[in-house]
C-alpha cells in the first residue's frame, strides 16, 4: 500500500489549506485513516481521523472547530481541510492507514502504512 500525502505549503495565520492522501496497490480498504504531524524537535501527534465504515471522525483538542477531515471512498482520498490556521500548526503532517479495527487510534503504533509526509508552515 502507498500513500501519497499533499498539499502543504506556506500560509499566513488565520488562512486556510487543503491536504489530500491517495492511498493505492491494495484492492481491499483499509479501517480507518487518520492524520498525524510532527514539529521540529517534537513527537509525532494524533490531529484527526476517519473510519470508513460510518464515517465516524475524532480530532486532536488542539485542532478541533478548525480542521476537518473526510473521505472519498470512489477515490481512495482522504482530505483534512485546515482553517484559521496558527504558527503552532506548522508541522510535517503525514497520513496513515490502520488496516483493520484496534482499540487505539491516537499513537503511531496501531498504524499499518505511512504516507511521506507535507510541510505545513505558518507564518505569523
Known amino acids: 500500500v502507498q500513500l501519497q500525502a499533499s498539499g502543504g505549503g506556506l500560509v499566513q495565520a488565520g488562512g486556510s489549506l487543503r491536504l489530500s492522501c491517495v492511498a493505492s496497490?491494495?484492492?481491499?480498504?483499509?479501517?480507518?485513516m487518520s492524520w498525524f504531524r510532527q514539529a521540529p524537535g517534537k513527537e509525532r501527534e494524533f490531529v484527526a481521523s476517519?473510519?470508513?465504515?460510518?464515517?465516524?471522525?475524532y480530532y486532536a483538542d488542539s485542532v478541533k472547530g478548525r480542521f476537518t477531515i473526510s473521505g472519498d471512498n470512489a477515490k481512495n482520498t482522504v482530505s483534512l481541510q485546515m482553517n484559521s490556521l496558527k504558527p503552532e500548526d506548522t508541522a510535517a503532517y503525514y497520513c496513515?492507514?490502520?488496516?483493520?479495527?484496534?482499540?487505539?487510534?491516537?499513537?503511531?503504533?496501531?498504524?499499518?502504512?505511512w504516507g511521506q509526509g507535507t510541510l505545513v508552515t505558518v507564518s505569523s
Open positions: 496497490g491494495r484492492t481491499s480498504r483499509s479501517y480507518r
Open positions: 476517519i473510519v470508513w465504515s460510518g464515517g465516524s471522525t
Open positions: 496513515a492507514a490502520q488496516w483493520r479495527f484496534r482499540a487505539t487510534f491516537s499513537n503511531t503504533g496501531v498504524y499499518d502504512y
